[in-house]
């Protein structure tokens, strides 16, 4: 039988016993375009193959909808997928579940605060794809993607205007002490929706600090930039303003810690914070401590 909606915490267990046509019925219009109720048994049903059950491992909300993720009883695959308010499923995806325990272990040997002043929200960060689309490039496996919200929304209005969005020229300050090595500015801010894949940092400074370690602070706003090449900065002081430039579909802070200069060929390094909180995708956070909204994780779409 079709049904207009699905009660998310059942989603599995019906997964798990094959009720695929019920849980397609479930599905948005836009998704059925995508791919036919034929193809979507033949792919789910491979997808059980081998599976004894599924276990929930993360349970979000931003911008409306609410984002479930399942893994698999051998944490091989996982299961993500996003409610409306009306519990229609509107993204659903079928993936493995891989890691990188060998570079996880891999943490700064400096510590470090946060880039930004007040609270923000985390888009995406933490140590596997589902939770942070960067983790399966080596360059950026550790990076975050941050933007400010509220009521659940990281917008007012509309999202036609980048003013539009609460991380729009919010100051972004220093991780830690140290020195200005790179700026690149001059990059427009992208009309929301759109983005510059060819300049894919936008706007960005790159710091030196002390045991060979560089941050990336990008995306900022055009001629925003508060510091030049040369300078010595200390933690907390503002480096520029967040924007909506690069490979950016509306403003927020992408940012990361390497241990290289070069942003595109060196490695991300899992960053140690000051509080000894790893912040993870859907943490509230800020330069000192994190939040939790009513203990519930967030989650979203893809950002650079």
């Not at 909606?5 to 998704?31: A, V």
């Not at 996982?78 to 891999?106: C, M, N």
């Not at 009309?191 to 602070?217: C, F, Q, R, T, W």
Request: charged content about 25%.
């Amino acid at each position: 039988m079709t049904v207009a909606s699905i009660n998310p915490k059942e989603f599995c267990i019906m997964f798990h016993s094959e009720e695929f046509e019920t849980i397609y019925g479930c599905t948005s219009k836009d998704f059925q375009q995508l791919i036919p109720l034929e193809q979507f048994i033949e792919l789910a049903r491979s997808f059980n193959v081998g599976v004894n059950y599924y276990q929930i491992e993360v349970e979000n909300s931003l911008q409306n909808l609410d984002q479930y993720i399942w893994l698999d009883d051998q944490k091989e695959k996982a299961i993500s997928v996003s409610f409306d308010e009306h519990q229609q499923i509107q993204g659903l995806q079928l993936k493995p579940f891989i890691t990188y325990p060998e570079s996880d272990k891999r943490f700064t040997q400096n510590t470090y605060s946060m880039p930004i002043k007040g609270k923000w929200f985390v888009f995406w960060g933490g140590t596997n794809e589902l939770i942070n689309y960067h983790y399966v490039y080596e360059n950026q496996r550790y990076a975050y993607d941050l933007v400010k919200t509220q009521e659940g929304l990281s917008y007012r209005n509309t999202q036609t205007r980048n003013e539009d969005f609460y991380a729009f020229d919010e100051e972004i300050v220093a991780l830690a002490d140290g020195k200005v090595i790179k700026i690149v500015d001059g990059n427009k801010d992208n009309i929301p929706g759109e983005m510059d894949p060819k300049n894919p940092a936008g706007n960005y400074v790159i710091l030196e600090h002390s045991e060979k370690e560089y941050s990336l602070l990008a995306h900022l706003k055009e001629s925003s930039i508060q510091v030049k090449r040369g300078d010595l900065v200390k933690e907390g002081q503002c480096i520029g303003k967040c924007g909506n430039s690069g490979n950016s579909s509306e403003p927020h802070l992408h940012f990361q810690v390497m241990d290289s200069s070069d942003w595109e060929n060196g490695k991300s390094l899992r960053i140690k914070f000051k509080d000894g909180i790893e912040p993870i995708q859907g943490d509230t956070i800020s330069n000192v401590i994190k939040y939790k909204d009513k203990d519930k994780d967030t989650f979203d779409k893809k950002m650079n």
